[in-house]
């Protein structure tokens, strides 16, 4: 005669809120790095670092949620949008910004190559 354990709940089960604490703990270390790496000027690493995430957001979301995670990720959910917002803005900013000087270095060349040919006439 052997005994049968009764099937583990997902929504209560001890390892899972260990395991489920853990990978959510990464999934928001990792959107406080994209703020910063968007701040740095940082924008491929910010791109790669926003696909571990959204992997991460998709495997976690794959599974039940632990009772005890619900109020945390649904605040952090938040937190998450907010500052995905300022990210998209910086990372925008900086693409604004890394366009003007390229256009002012174009023109600089273009100016340049005027000046040259300019002299050998």
């Given amino acids: 005669m052997t005994l049968e354990q009764p099937p583990e709940n997902p929504a209560t089960d001890k390892n899972t809120l260990t395991k489920q604490t853990r990978a959510w703990s990464e999934i928001m270390q990792i959107s ?11 924008s491929d690493t910010v791109m790669q670092q926003h696909a ?30 907010q500052q995905d917002a300022v990210t998209v803005q910086l990372v925008q900013n900086n693409r604004n910004d890394l366009g003007a000087e390229a256009q002012r270095l174009r023109h600089l060349k273009k100016r340049a190559e005027e000046y040259l040919s300019a002299d050998r006439r």
């Avoid at 998709?58 to 938040?78: I, K, R, Y």
């Fill in 52 to 81: 571990d995430r959204d992997q991460l957001l998709e495997s976690f979301f794959a599974e039940p949620l632990h009772a005890e995670l619900v109020a945390t990720v649904q605040a952090d959910l938040q937190r998450i949008i």
């Fill in 32 to 42: 406080d790095r994209l703020m910063q790496l968007a701040q740095q000027k940082n």
